[in-house]
């Protein structure tokens, strides 16, 4: 059971978009449309911001959306504002009630 | 509202037994959802410790399985981790998570556990 890929780093202006990408294979993000996006600020617990690849809970912002293609999901935050600087994590089911954590990408907003 | 809360010693020995207990209010335990852990290193990434159903069936990570235990007690409405033979490379933030097909939704704020002698 493999982390899941993920650029270290992505950055951007305030207002424009940033796309974050997880790769994994057909045995997680291929093989299951149960991947989920997590933001964290340094010292918080991680926060939910995308599940089943796409949708999102209660309270987040619109500008959060996430997709798949394959065995890569991606994560793009748009109209980039201050508070979206943190480090994001993707999660995916990996059959038999097992989960995997990508590696983590920290987004600055420049 | 759903909470979780970790609690448990901060401090474990090398070789020692971790142990952490994970409190949830708001939401009954025995409800259909998964409970499971998660630890953080320090400045490093998440990594999935295991889960765990109300009715006592358990998930663990391939790598951490032969040492972790979880464990549910509906009448506290808790779950605990006990992992053994900890070593330096088990001091991390563990935090307890509501979980349903590998989703955590709800987390508790974590707790930084520190394995020295």
């Known amino acids: 059971q493999s982390a899941l890929t993920q650029p270290p780093s992505a950055s951007g202006s305030p207002g424009q978009s940033v796309t974050i990408s997880c790769t994994g294979t057909s045995s997680d993000v291929g093989g299951y449309n149960y991947v989920s996006w997590y933001q964290q600020h340094p010292g918080k617990a991680p926060k939910l911001m995308i599940y089943?690849?796409?949708k999102r809970p209660s309270g987040v912002p619109d500008r959060f959306s996430g997709s798949k293609s394959g065995n890569t999901a991606s994560l793009t935050v748009s109209g980039l504002q201050a508070e979206d600087e943190a480090d994001y994590y993707c999660s995916s089911y990996a059959g038999s009630n097992m989960g995997v954590f990508g590696t983590g990408t920290k987004v600055t907003v420049l | 509202q759903v909470q979780l809360q970790e609690s448990g010693p901060g401090l474990v020995k090398p070789s020692e037994t971790l142990s952490l207990t994970c409190t949830v209010s708001g939401y009954s335990i025995s409800s259909n959802y998964y409970w499971g852990w998660i630890r953080q290193p320090p400045g490093k990434g998440l990594e999935w410790i295991g889960s765990i159903y109300h009715s006592g069936s358990t998930y663990y990570n391939p790598s951490l399985k032969s040492r972790v235990t979880i464990s549910v007690d509906t009448s506290k409405n808790q779950f605990s981790l006990k992992m053994s033979s900890v070593t330096a490379a088990d001091t991390a933030v563990y935090y307890c998570?509501?979980?349903?097909?590998?989703?955590?939704?709800?987390w508790g704020q974590g707790t930084l556990v520190t394995v020295s002698s």
């Open positions: 089943e690849v796409s």
């Open positions: 998570a509501r979980d349903i097909m590998s989703t955590r939704d709800y």
